[in-house]
T-cell receptor
């Protein structure tokens, strides 16, 4: 079992819809959680970070964290074709390293 | 805003050759991290440095070494290159990244290494 699990997708949503991306993690001692967006062949770009249980909103993006369920999600409202990318969930447990999930491919249909 | 700078952006080497990748962190960031991302894979943590000292180590092969210099830039040295070393190598930087910190890591554009 991978330490960080994501559905690989592709997740296909129509333009203007809400895209919901999910991630589970195995280490209960995990401290901080990140969502990165990665276009093919490019570097991971930070979208959101969340440290505490609950919701955190930033523009069209909302991150949700439930430590009891070891679950973190990302909602993208008013999805645009330019949001089409792979979304990587990353977890920081101990030390410096980020442990990534394999990513969910999102496709937003015009 | 200034971002992480990596050089070179593309590198082609033969098997058994050596390669050096460079990373210049965001100004005032004191911690650098190296990740390797193979085709279709998620980024894998290699090593990190804080204030010129190694602060954490991941799945870095013994053939690889790295260091951080007084100006905070870092270099990843790779020797006896193998075909399986072909990957994207990302450097990330953050502030005060000693173990346990929650500081956010910002990624550079990466170096695409191809080993023939």
């Amino acid at each position: 079992q991978k330490e960080v699990e994501q559905n690989s997708g592709p997740l296909s949503v129509p333009e203007g819809a809400i895209a919901s991306l999910n991630c589970t993690y195995s280490d209960r001692g995990s401290q901080s959680f990140f969502w990165y967006r990665q276009y093919s062949g490019k570097s991971p770009e930070l979208i959101m970070f969340i440290y505490s249980n609950g919701d955190k909103e930033d523009g069209r993006f909302t991150a949700q964290l439930n430590k009891a369920s070891q679950y973190v999600s990302l909602l993208i409202r008013d999805s645009q074709p330019s949001d089409s990318a792979t979304y990587l969930c990353a977890v920081k447990s101990s030390g410096d390293k980020l442990t990534f999930g394999t990513g969910t491919r999102l496709a937003v249909r015009p | 805003a200034a971002g992480v700078i990596q050089s070179p952006r593309h590198l082609i080497k033969e098997k058994r050759e050596t390669a050096t990748l460079k990373c210049y962190p965001i100004p005032r960031h004191d911690t650098v991290y190296w990740y390797q991302q193979g085709p279709g894979q998620d980024p894998q943590f290699l090593i990190s440095f804080y204030e010129k000292m190694q602060s954490d180590k991941g799945s870095i092969p013994d053939r690889f070494s790295a260091q951080q210099f007084s100006d905070y830039h870092s270099e990843l040295n790779m020797s006896s290159l193998e075909l399986g070393d072909s990957a994207l190598y990302f450097c990330a930087s953050s502030t005060s990244g000693w173990q346990g910190s929650t500081d956010t890591q910002y990624f550079g554009p990466g170096t695409r290494l191809t080993v023939l």
